[in-house]
């Protein structure tokens, strides 16, 4: 994998960078039920977080496989504090624009800390009936 710089377009002159998250409803649940202001911890079998820097990937995400696996998948967007996420290098995942960061599963309450506002979710994706 390379490591690419992040795209300009997602920080913000407020400091914060705007990262997406494809997710399906269980994982949604469980940020609703955080009041929209953090993630919950991984499962044992998933070692990593993994929040992505563009839109298309987490729709793509969301669509192709949250969908099939659970019948609906939502794309998120929320705020990090840019400083906090400098120690996260950007991750090429594939192609160009298949970027994402890697947070280990034990740093993601203080990557909750980082959160600036709240966790919104943009898209929704369902089976079609």
Do not use: C
């Not at 202001?37 to 793509?60: C, G, H, K, M, S």
């Not at 998120?76 to 960061?101: M, N, S």
Request: hydrophobic share 35%; glycine share 6%; net charge negative.
């Amino acid at each position: 994998m390379t490591e690419p710089e992040p795209e300009p377009e997602t920080k913000t002159e407020s400091g914060t960078t705007t990262l997406w998250r494809p997710t399906g409803p269980e994982e949604l649940a469980l940020v609703e039920a955080s009041g929209w202001t953090a993630w919950p911890p991984r499962l044992p079998e998933q070692p990593i977080f993994y929040p992505v820097l563009n839109e298309d990937y987490a729709v793509r995400i969301a669509r192709d496989w949250n969908v099939p696996a659970s019948g609906s998948g939502h794309v998120t967007r929320f705020e990090v504090d840019t400083a906090f996420l400098a120690r996260y290098p950007v991750r090429q995942a594939g192609g160009e624009t298949i970027l994402e960061l890697w947070v280990p599963a034990e740093e993601l309450t203080e990557f909750n800390r980082h959160i600036v506002g709240r966790i919104e979710v943009v898209r929704e994706f369902h089976t079609q009936a």
